[in-house]
């Protein structure tokens, strides 16, 4: 069965590093999304993308957040500049519609930890 | 804007026994509804979903949720558990015309023998 992959499962950085966490989405499917976990709260939406372009996005995803579909295959979340509150779990998921009934297939996760 | 309370973090039960889980979620015009669920190491599976119709819902794996506007509630059931249920189970919304999934915390089920 096809599924959303996910790069690296844990990244470590230092603090103001830039970093880059990747996805690959299933293969016909048109949108994209990242959503994060802080530990112990709740999953949040950051930013959807459809035809090379963001549809939406939450008042997290300010201008240290980026994305990018660099090929046929891969999505990127790019952080600038990281803080120690971005340490998160970040999920991508994608969905073959946003008309789709909504139903988006999620990613295992990069836990990623800024020191 | 939208939000999903779930008010049980933790949910212990027995093998057999019956659960509900609990889901509520601020009022909206037209909303869908779903119920994902991760286990151990790996990323969100959706468990089932309301869009429109009949407001019982059910999963392969025999969960079933019912969709009650009246409450804005929709809590996911099973009259019996197995041990290989448990995970963490999220309620999470998406407000029509938006594509934003809005989750709850989450409510950890661990099933004991």
């Known amino acids: 069965e096809p599924e959303v992959t996910q790069t690296p499962s844990h990244q470590v950085t230092q603090m103001g590093q830039e970093v880059i966490l990747r996805c690959v989405p299933i293969?016909?499917?048109?949108?994209f999304y990242w959503y994060r976990q802080i530990l112990g709260q709740k999953v949040e939406f950051l930013v959807s993308?459809?035809?090379?372009?963001?549809?939406?996005k939450s008042e997290i995803f300010d201008d240290q957040f980026s994305v990018e579909r660099p090929d046929g295959s891969n999505f990127t979340l790019k952080i600038r500049s990281t803080k120690l509150e971005d340490s998160a779990m970040y999920f991508c998921a994608s969905s073959r519609l946003a008309g789709d009934p909504y139903e988006q297939y999620f990613g295992p996760g990069t836990r990623l930890t800024v020191t | 804007a939208q939000s999903v309370t779930q008010l049980d973090s933790q949910v212990p039960v027995f093998e057999e026994a019956p659960v509900e889980l609990r889901c509520n979620y601020s009022?909206?015009?037209?909303?869908?509804l779903f119920w994902y669920v991760q286990y151990p190491n790996q990323g969100l599976q959706l468990l089932l979903k309301?869009?429109?119709?009949?407001?019982l819902v059910k999963s392969i794996n025999g969960f079933e949720a019912e969709f009650n506007k009246s409450q804005t509630s929709f809590h996911l059931r099973k009259p019996s558990v197995h041990i290989s249920d448990t995970a963490e189970y999220f309620c999470?919304?998406?407000?029509?015309?938006?594509?934003?999934?809005?989750f709850g915390k989450g409510t950890k089920l661990t099933v004991n023998p």
């Open positions: 293969s016909n499917h048109l949108y």
């Open positions: 993308f459809y035809n090379n372009e963001i549809s939406e």
């Open positions: 999470a919304v998406v407000r029509g015309g938006s594509e934003k999934l809005v």
């Open positions: 309301y869009l429109s119709g009949s407001t």
């Open positions: 009022s909206s015009v037209s909303v869908y």
